[in-house]
C-alpha cells in the first residue's frame, strides 16, 4: 500500500484559505484562462493584466494561501514538482538565454491581491536592477 504524507498546518498562516478565491476557480474549469502549462503540480496562465511583454502566473495544484502556506505545509514531491516546472515553464517560453525574473507578493507588505499561492514570471525585456521598481503597467 502507498503510504500517505500527512501534512500538519502551521497555525501561523495569517489567512484561511478561501475556496472561492479567482485562481481556486480558474484551477477547477470554472472560469478561463490562457493556458501555458500544465502538469500534475502546477497550472501556468497569462496574467489578464500583463506588466511585462511575457507575464505568466504559476500556481500550485493545491489549496495554500501564499508561499508562507505552500513552503512549510505543502508535500515535498509538491514543492520539488511546482518549482520544476516554473523552470521549465520558462524554457518552454523561450525566457533562459536572455534571462527572466520571478516574484511571489506575500500578504500586505507584498501587495499580494489573489490568495492563492503563485509565482509571477516576468520576461521579454530588461527588468529594472533596483528591486522595489517591479515592473509598471506603463513599463512595456
Ligand atoms: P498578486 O496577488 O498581487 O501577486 O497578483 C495577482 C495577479 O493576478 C495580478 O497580476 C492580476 O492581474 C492577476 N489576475 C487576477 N485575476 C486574474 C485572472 N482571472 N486571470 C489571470 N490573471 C489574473
Redesign the pocket.
Known amino acids: 500500500m502507498k503510504a500517505r504524507v500527512l501534512v500538519q498546518r502551521e497555525e501561523s498562516c495569517l489567512l484561511p484559505y478561501d475556496r472561492n478565491n ?2 481556486a ?2 484551477l477547477r474549469g470554472e ?4 493556458k501555458v502549462y500544465e502538469d500534475q503540480f502546477a497550472l501556468a ?7 511585462a511583454p511575457v ?1 505568466v ?1 504559476v500556481i500550485p495544484k493545491g489549496e495554500y494561501v501564499s508561499n508562507a502556506d505552500f513552503s512549510a505545509n505543502a508535500p515535498a514531491q509538491l514543492i520539488v514538482g511546482f518549482w520544476r516546472a516554473v523552470g521549465a515553464i520558462a524554457r518552454q517560453l523561450g525566457l533562459e538565454e536572455q534571462g527572466y525574473r520571478l ?3 506575500h500578504g500586505p507588505n ?6 492563492h499561492f ?1 509565482v ?1 514570471l516576468f520576461g521579454g525585456r530588461q527588468m529594472s536592477h533596483r528591486m522595489g521598481n517591479m515592473p509598471r503597467p506603463d513599463d512595456k
Do not use: E, M, S
Open positions: 479567482v485562481f476557480r480558474i472560469l478561463p484562462c490562457q496562465f497569462h496574467d489578464i493584466h500583463p506588466l507575464h502566473l516574484v511571489a507578493n507584498g501587495g499580494q491581491l489573489v490568495f503563485h509571477h
